[in-house]
């Protein structure tokens, strides 16, 4: 704004200068040179300011251009997930990604583990207290339409939808806990967005508290890469302890062996001790 106010003051100034001359030309010997340079000085300036707003102006036309395009963007994104089934997908890609990234490929399985009859969670994770069950299907219609409601009564009513809707899913979500069938005591509800996880930790603990009474826990995708790797840590405490349990094994078969040996050595030494004693 600075530069285009500059620009208009410097057209003015020349303009009215044009104007004193044009009035008074026939006494244009009479006007000073000094004056004549300093408007020629001054139409150069305004070309030049005149330049570099042309060019600030087409660029700023590029960056509106990108930010359409990007706004277009996010609007596809945006209708993209407001389908449930390809939502879904998106968030079993983000929990592969993550479980691909900590864990290794024999620690967990991807929608191809039956746990009991007809019940078949997105991912399972095998740790050494069982196997994990993880859940990546959020409802997230209405909380969608919360954050694009139009005024605070429709926000409030779509707030609670989305709670009903996290309440029932956590209720779904526990149904994988099966420790008869061997699962943990406790079940994952992966929510692939952190900013869905904090409006849920923020506004509605009444979920949580359900959450924690049915054993199912909530994570975002950073609680669920920390998580991931406390089950890995478990993991290698695990295979430590066996293998330490193991080399005492051997230990101690290695003791048993010795004193076997020492055993038949002194029965020997006896022997010839005894032999020797019979010759003499």
Known sequence: MDTLLAVALGI???LLLVVVVKVSGQRKQEIDPALIDAIGRIQQGAQE???QVSARLD?????????????QQMEQF???LTAPRRRGALGEVF?????AEVLPREMFSLQDTQIAPGIRPDAVIYSPQGKICVDSKF????YLKMISAADEEHRRHFARQFSRDLR??????????????GTTDFAVMYIPAESVFTYIVENDPEVLRDANARKVLLTSPHTFYYFLHIVLTALRQQIAQERAKE?????EGLVESTKIVVEVAEKTQRHLSHAHRSMS
Do not use: C, M, T, W
């Open 12 to 14: 003015i100034i020349v």
């Open 49 to 51: 300011l005149s330049r």
């Open 59 to 71: 660029d700023l036309n590029r960056q509106l251009g990108a930010i359409k395009s990007l706004s």
């Open 78 to 80: 945006q209708r993209f």
């Open 95 to 99: 929990l592969e990604e993550i479980l």
């Open 139 to 142: 409802p997230a219609d209405n």
């Open 168 to 181: 029932g899913h956590i209720q779904k979500v526990a149904g994988y806990v099966l420790p008869d069938a």
């Open 247 to 251: 080399i005492i094994g051997r230990v």
